[in-house]
């Protein structure tokens, strides 16, 4: 069946450099790829999506990638701060004539070392 | 604008017994998704619902169902619990497909 790798599981980073996130989905109709923060206890939240039609998308510190052709996105984290320790998923939304899938990464656990 | 309600926010029941589980989107959305998580296991996939209809399952056993009332309110029943579905249950509301997911502040199931 359809699926999402996200890679790394865990991440540290030290305070100011970039985090890098990377996912690969299987199934070629997808077409919306959001990416949820979870803090630690709370409910997971968007924090930026990007759809088929669209290579890249920027929203401040955070940008996501899109490669359509490789199956393959991205979330781009520049000069990280405490506040941005969380697990964050990937997703990959399939939206054809009858058939409507939401399949989410299995998480990567960003630490941000101060 | 109130978001999604989930309730119980906490319940604790032994095996062998069952639960109902409610979510109530945010007014206007239409689907609404049910996931199980726990520690290390990401955003388990149950089932999701647009206008009453159930469009797509997880691999889950029969003893996991769900149903979404008119008012798009749902609610998500587990017979015969289990050790095992001791979890965060997560319900998520969305306006339609290929949008973002609002999620509740979820159920912590526990059962002894």
């Known amino acids: 069946g359809e699926n999402v790798e996200q890679h790394p599981s865990t991440l540290s980073v030290q305070e100011g450099d970039s985090a890098v996130i990377k996912c690969t989905y299987s199934?070629?109709?997808?077409?919306?790829f959001p990416w949820y923060k979870q803090e630690l206890g709370k409910r997971p939240q968007l924090i930026i999506d990007?759809?088929?039609?669209?290579g890249e998308k920027k929203d401040q510190r955070i940008a996501v990638t899109l490669n359509k052709t490789a199956k393959h996105f991205s979330l781009h984290i520049t000069e990280t701060q405490p506040e941005d320790s969380a697990v964050y998923f990937c997703?990959?939304?399939?939206?054809?004539?009858?058939?409507?899938?939401?399949?989410f990464g299995t998480g990567t656990r960003l630490k941000v070392l101060a | 604008k109130a978001g999604v309600t989930q309730t119980p926010r906490y319940l604790i029941k032994t095996r062998g017994q069952q639960v109902t589980l409610s979510c109530s989107p945010i007014?206007?959305?239409?689907?609404v998704s049910w996931y199980q998580q726990t520690p290390g296991q990401g955003l388990q996939f149950l089932f999701e619902?647009?206008?009453?209809?159930?469009?797509n399952k997880g691999n889950f056993p029969g003893r996991f169902s769900g149903r979404q009332f008119s008012n798009s309110r749902s609610e998500m029943n587990v017979s015969t619990l289990e050790l095992g579905d001791s979890a965060l249950y997560l319900c998520?509301?969305?306006?339609?497909?290929?949008?973002?997911?609002?999620f509740g502040n979820g159920t912590r199931l526990t059962v002894t």
């Open positions: 997703a990959a939304s399939t939206a054809t004539s009858g058939t409507y899938k939401y399949i």
């Open positions: 990007i759809r088929s039609n669209v």
């Open positions: 619902y647009f206008s009453e209809t159930q469009r």
């Open positions: 998520a509301s969305a306006l339609g497909e290929n949008s973002p997911l609002h």
């Open positions: 199934d070629s109709a997808s077409n919306y």
């Open positions: 007014s206007g959305h239409r689907s």
